[in-house]
């Protein structure tokens, strides 16, 4: 016997109650000088037993009420007498296996069909005011209707509904899950039933430990549930799959330039594939194949490559042809192509000379092809523009802006520009000479509300002085802008000298429950920090601590300015948000533009 | 016609302080009513005659006169008593019961002294014992208007004592009482009922005519206790009892009754008068019930 709610037990403690007036009473009693004694002895005499045994009786009488009321309200289960009382309401769960591989077998008698039936039948058989939950066990574990409904008719729909194919069912969550609904259902007598193909992939031997420990959990509940173990469906030795997400290249995209899609194909069944063939499609028609050899078990890369020819999302596909059970058998990615990345540069101390402006060399490394008058295709468009030009109006195209030793900014500039940022838009902020430093540290940064990642400490190192010049420090990069710089094919940062920068005033220790917001993404081995990133509402903001012009370090002429400054602009342009490929189970976001942003476009 | 007496209850007159001031009021009040003046008494002497006037009851003409005189001449006679009334009243602790201005005792002596004053004024003469386990006081019975003093005197000094002894007692006093009487037992009879019995058997074997003016407190019949009651014992104050009093009630009555029925064939039995006054009754209806008695003796 178990209780439901055992805090009201304590209720239980009112049997004191009684007791306590007995006692109350007898103490408050009165004092009677009595003549007729004779009288009255002989009645007690007779009935003092009697009179004891029936006061004994009242009392546990009256003791038994709170305790009965206690044990009532705590709401008493007997468990084990369901044989005896024949159909009666029922609390059942339902784990049902959506898996890809319940989906073996052909679209009509597929093992998932089997299993939808066995819950319609499970539902059927309830009677009225039971109540059931049915979990899906594969693509994110999830509960139909999101709680246990007595609704069977509008489950039924519901299981109807539902389809198969969700990658693998995780069992020891699907456990978890029930053993939390386990609290909101409402009757005592509890079932677990699984629906399941028991394949190998969802019931491995490796997650063995934790099904155990969830089982443990669920029947160390208060109420332990039987658990019905309910085998849909064959198990199908033969299966191939393309695992998923397909690992995509590079961060962006314009038209014509090629993306590298990279797919593991998994075997895991026991059958051999000498020859595999691999498809790989874009927007639904095939445009390459691939054969590849899959041993029992075992793994396989293949890799496409392609340009789009159209800008716009593109869906991507690579199916492998080779088992019944299709569901697993490609992965689909969405590709958002750029025909253009139009970044605009701010300029704080333009110069008509050819690269002797402030972002002359950043419009160079940015089109490298444009400035060399070459037949190939830039994906990045720059415009330059003065800082007194810079207005909401300049910041509509752009997907990046640049902003290289802008003294300052107005009230109205700088809102326009956070307003840019905080929609999505990159920034990219390069120091120099001109700059206004207390209003960069007050206002630009404004104590880190502001949009500039941290503020200006001093200057350090010296034009001239040999020996007081840094480097940037050659480290295995995490971040995706500079994670291609762990390839010393394409270039060493640890190359350029600084000659003089500006030391960042590092305040990105974070207080207890803060996120961090400031990433240090590069240093220099003064230890000072060489580039720091923001998040600022759906954009980010790069801070470089020394300019985007050759005038304090020797960077803009070594051979890898041109692809940081690609990777820095594409990695900040290339936020796709919300993300476009999602994970099963992930919520898919999509944002609506603010009415002025809308109408600015 | 209703008697002033009747109206005045013991709550009325606890105000007189005066024993003999009360057994005077009670008394006097209570013979105004009477139809047949008590000073006319019973068994009395020849006194005088007088002539016949309309309204006398012809039974007392003097035949003998009229065969003389051939007038109507009624006889009347000079009041004596041979009665002698002997009150016995009980002062043993149980009568205590009532507190000190309501007891069963005061009501007792006051009847007491109500019955003296009565008897006296009928030129009968009246003894008082007062016991408790044996005879506290003994005044032989005397006709004079002035032994009332003495009786009230006694009363006054009157206080309760400890177990009643009853039987005992009466089978003490038999031999005292020389002289067959009436003996007026004022007294709440608890005890053992037989020895009780036994005891007014050895009385009436005497000869004596006894009445008993059983006296009862209200509480003693009605039990109307309710919460949680300690019971401490008048007569022995070692016995206490704490009881709730609701699951005892029944019983009690019931026994109280088996006690009342017990006695009350036993006096029946031995042809003694039991009459039980509570408390709060007026002292006059023992009065009349003295008379009633009074009237069937010769």
């Not at chain 1, 194909?265 to 499609?281: S, T």
Request: glycine share 8%.
């Amino acid at each position: 016997m178990t209780f439901l709610n055992v805090a009201l037990l304590g209720g239980m403690a009112a049997v004191a109650i009684p007791v306590i007036i007995h006692l109350f009473h007898r103490s408050k009693f009165r004092i009677v000088q009595w003549g007729a004694m004779h009288l009255l002895e002989s009645v007690l005499r007779k009935n003092t037993r009697r009179l004891k045994l029936e006061q004994l009786i009242l009392l546990l009488v009256r003791c038994s009420i709170p305790v009965a009321l206690a044990l009532l309200m705590a709401r008493p289960v007997i468990t084990g007498l369901e044989p005896l009382l024949g159909s009666r309401k029922m609390s059942t769960i339902v784990l049902l296996d959506n898996s890809y591989s319940m989906e073996a077998g052909g679209a009509s008698r597929s093992g998932f069909l089997q299993a939808k039936e066995a819950v319609r039948q499970i539902l059927e058989s309830q009677v009225q005011g039971s109540d059931v939950a049915v979990v899906r066990m594969a693509g994110g574990v999830s509960v139909l209707l999101d709680e246990p409904t007595q609704d069977l008719e509008r489950l039924k729909a519901e299981v109807g509904r539902t389809g198969a194919g969700f990658g693998s069912a995780a069992v020891p969550d699907a456990l978890d899950l029930a053993r939390v609904l386990q609290a909101k259902l409402q009757n005592p007598d509890r079932e677990i039933v699984v629906l399941s193909d028991f394949q190998k992939v969802s019931w491995s031997e490796a997650e063995e430990p934790a099904r155990q420990a969830m089982a443990d959990q669920l029947r160390r509940g208060r109420i332990e549930p039987r658990l019905t173990l309910f085998k849909v469906g064959q198990e199908t030795t033969d299966n191939v799959s393309v695992d998923a997400p397909l690992d995509l290249s590079p961060l962006i995209l314009g038209v014509g330039q090629r993306v590298r899609v990279h797919a593991t194909v998994r075997n895991h069944g026991d059958a051999a594939y000498p020859n595999l063939r691999v498809v790989f499609r874009v927007d639904g028609k095939d445009r390459s194949v691939t054969e590849t050899a899959l041993l029992p078990r075992s793994t396989s890369q293949v890799l496409f490559t392609h340009a789009f020819d159209t800008s716009g999302s593109h869906v991507v596909e690579v199916y492998a042809d080779a088992d019944p059970l299709q569901a697993d058998n490609g992965a689909m990615a969405s590709v958002p192509v750029w025909d253009r990345l139009p970044v605009l540069l701010v300029s704080g101390d333009p110069n008509p000379e050819f690269l002797m402006g402030e972002t002359d060399f950043a419009e160079v490394a940015l089109r490298p092809y444009g400035n060399a008058k070459a037949e190939l295709a830039d994906l990045i468009s720059t415009r330059t523009i003065e800082a007194r030009d810079l207005d909401a109006k300049a910041l509509a195209e752009p997907r990046v802006a640049l902003l290289a030793n802008v003294s300052q900014l107005t009230d109205v500039q700088l809102k326009a520009l956070e307003a840019y940022v905080r929609e999505g838009g990159g920034l990219l902020v390069f120091p120099g000479s001109k700059i206004n430093g207390p209003w960069y540290n007050s206002t630009f940064h404004g104590g880190g509300k502001g949009l500039l990642p941290l503020p200006l400490a001093s200057l350090a190192g010296s034009m001239n002085v040999a020996g007081t010049h840094a480097s940037i420090v050659a480290q295995h990069f995490e971040h995706p802008a500079l994670e291609m710089f762990n390839d010393p094919r394409n270039g060493n940062l640890s190359d350029a000298q600084v000659r003089l920068w500006y030391r960042l005033r590092d305040e990105t220790a974070p207080g207890k429950g803060e996120e961090r917001l400031v990433t240090v993404l590069a240093r220099l081995d003064t230890g000072d920090a060489f580039l720091v990133e923001k998040k600022v509402g759906e954009g980010r903001v790069i801070q470089a601590c020394i300019p985007c012009d050759a005038e304090w370090s020797n960077l803009p002429v070594r051979p890898f300015y041109l692809p940081l400054m690609q990777q820095m602009t594409t990695y900040l342009a290339s936020k796709v948000y919300p993300p476009r490929n999602v994970e099963v189970g992930r919520p898919l976001l999509a944002s609506c533009p603010s009415p002025t942003r809308a109408s600015a476009r | 016609m209703a008697q002033l007496a009747e109206f005045l209850t013991p709550g009325d007159l606890r105000k007189i302080t005066s024993l003999q001031v009360l057994a005077r009021t009670v008394v006097e009040g209570f013979c105004t009513g009477l139809h047949r003046s008590p000073h006319k008494g019973f068994s009395v002497e020849f006194k005088q005659h007088r002539p016949y006037v309309h309204g006398d009851e012809i039974r007392r003409l003097d035949w003998r006169v009229f065969g003389k005189t051939d007038r109507f001449y009624i006889r009347e006679y000079e009041e004596e008593t041979n009665l002698r009334a002997t009150l016995l009243l009980d002062a043993s602790g149980s009568m205590g019961y009532g507190g000190p201005d309501h007891s069963k005792l005061q009501y007792a002596t006051r009847l007491a002294a109500c019955l003296s004053y009565l008897m006296l004024q009928q030129q009968d003469s009246v003894g008082l014992v007062t016991f408790d386990t044996k005879v506290r006081s003994y005044i032989p019975p005397r006709a004079q208007t002035r032994h009332l003093h003495a009786l009230v005197n006694e009363l006054e000094g009157v206080k309760t004592g400890g177990e009643t002894e009853i039987g005992k007692v009466f089978h003490d006093l038999v031999p005292r009482l020389y002289r067959r009487g009436l003996l007026v037992v004022l007294s709440d009879c608890f005890g053992d009922v037989q020895n009780l019995l036994a005891a007014l058997a050895h009385l009436r074997h005497a000869r004596h005519e006894i009445v008993i003016f059983q006296i009862w407190d209200r509480d003693e019949l009605d039990f109307p206790f309710r919460s949680w009651t300690r019971f401490d014992c008048l007569e022995m104050g070692d016995k206490r009892h704490l009881v709730d009093p609701n699951h005892l009630r029944e019983s009690y009555l019931a026994n109280l009754e088996i006690f009342r029925a017990d006695l009350k064939q036993g006096c029946h039995r031995n042809r003694i008068d039991l009459v039980p006054m509570v408390t709060d009754q007026p002292y006059a209806e023992a009065l009349a019930h003295y008379l009633t008695l009074r009237m069937r003796r010769p």
